[in-house]
């Protein structure tokens, strides 16, 4: 360790310093270390030493005065450049700011100083230098390798929290969405809006792992409260269920499409026009209209027909988000008008919606297995006003 001479000027020792002097840690055997290897494990782990990034900065800056690339056993280890020379490297920072970061260093255990009797910083002789000792570093590498690989496993898991949480997050939005069209009456959709709306700033922060935890518990809940409503319950009575589930099926099938892009058959069969109006699936161009306010704001000049009201909403869609192939594919699955109708009930409630396109693959999706129809969309817009 070499001797430290005690002097008039320096009577007292830190007690951080005394501690790594008296009981140093065992210098590792075998090969050297990279310098700058070193330096950058320790700035992955600082937080478990509790130095800053200012700490580590002025300790780069006394890693660049050591001539070797590695720091190696049995060899002095002690740079010794003047506040001058440490403040020039560190651009132009004040002495007072530099010699605080230092003495930081020194109470983690990282720097030793050897100090000369009259406080100076020099190599004597070529054989004792005064200054500061890197041995540390070296000695202390297991150890700084240890809280490296604690920081990064701590962030892996931070990371993997956050991605739950945003797939989580995602899924809660498409339930609530389905439910909305589902079961529009109930309250449980506006909570769990209120619950989302309240999520979105939080995960901007830095949040520790209990507090993602946390989170995830609420939405876990959340999500199984939705999926717990999106089911029929048992005591519904059987008979309804059949008739609405029957009607329904009647009316997609009644409402069949081309799926090719250039059919604009756009006026209702004779087969519909002969059904009950009970069970038409496609609601009148008037009745979309009374509801569909916001369409009728991009048609100064009106929507007299269903291919003008089919036109408007094809000039509307870019707008609301929606790609070219997913707009293809439910006029291909749906039908141009009913497609069409559904943008149209979207685009007056447009800003509960978070994924607008996802939404829309969604309904494509379930008309697909006929288990949608725009007339269950419009008719909610009643409720809504209401």
Not at 313 to 319: D, G, I, K, L, Q
Not at 320 to 335: H, L, N, Q, S, Y
């Amino acid at each position: 360790m070499g001797y430290i001479p005690i002097t008039p000027f320096r009577r007292t020792m830190d007690a951080a310093l005394l501690q790594h002097v008296s009981h140093p840690p065992a210098p590792p055997s075998g090969e050297g270390i990279s310098k700058w290897d070193a330096l950058r494990e320790l700035t992955t782990g600082r937080i478990r030493f509790g130095l800053s990034d200012r700490d580590l900065t002025v300790l780069q800056v006394l890693i660049s005065f050591y001539p070797a690339a590695d720091l190696r056993p049995g060899e002095p280890l002690v740079v010794f450049p003047s506040n001058a020379t440490i403040c020039a490297r560190l651009n132009g920072m004040p002495c007072s700011t530099m010699r605080r970061h230092v003495a930081r260093l020194v109470d983690s255990g990282f720097l030793i100083r050897r100090d000369s009797p009259n406080g100076k910083r020099y190599l004597r002789r070529g054989e004792i230098a005064f200054g500061f000792d890197l041995a540390p570093l070296l000695n202390r590498i297991d150890e700084i390798r240890t809280a490296a690989e604690a920081v990064r496993a701590e962030e892996a898991r931070l990371a993997a929290l956050r991605e739950s949480l945003s797939l989580m997050r995602r899924d809660l939005c498409g339930l609530v969405a389905l439910g909305r069209i589902e079961r529009p009456a109930l309250p449980v959709w506006d909570d769990c809006d209120a619950l989302l709306t309240t999520l979105v700033p939080m995960l901007r922060r830095k949040l520790s792992a209990p507090e993602l935890e946390r989170l995830q518990e609420f939405l876990s809940d959340a999500l199984d409260r939705v999926r717990g409503t999106l089911v029929v319950p048992v005591s519904v009575n059987t008979d309804t269920v059949a008739e609405e589930m029957s009607t329904r099926d009647a009316e997609n099938e009644q409402h069949y499409h081309k799926s090719n892009s250039e059919s604009h058959d756009l006026k209702p069969t004779a087969k519909n026009q002969a059904l009950p109006r009970r069970e038409q699936t496609t609601p009148t161009l008037p009745d979309v209209l009374s509801r569909c306010t916001e369409l009728r704001n991009y048609a100064p000049d009106g929507i007299p027909t269903w291919p003008k009201f089919v036109e408007t909403v094809e000039t509307v869609r870019p707008m609301m988000g929606i790609a070219e192939p997913v707009w293809a594919d439910a006029k291909r699955t749906m039908g141009p008008v009913e497609a069409a109708i559904v943008l149209a009930t979207m685009l007056e409630r447009y800003e509960r919606y978070r994924s607008p396109g996802g939404y829309l693959r969604t309904l494509t999706r379930k008309s697909a297995e006929r288990a949608f129809s725009s007339a269950t969309m419009v008719r909610a817009l009643d409720r809504q006003a209401a």
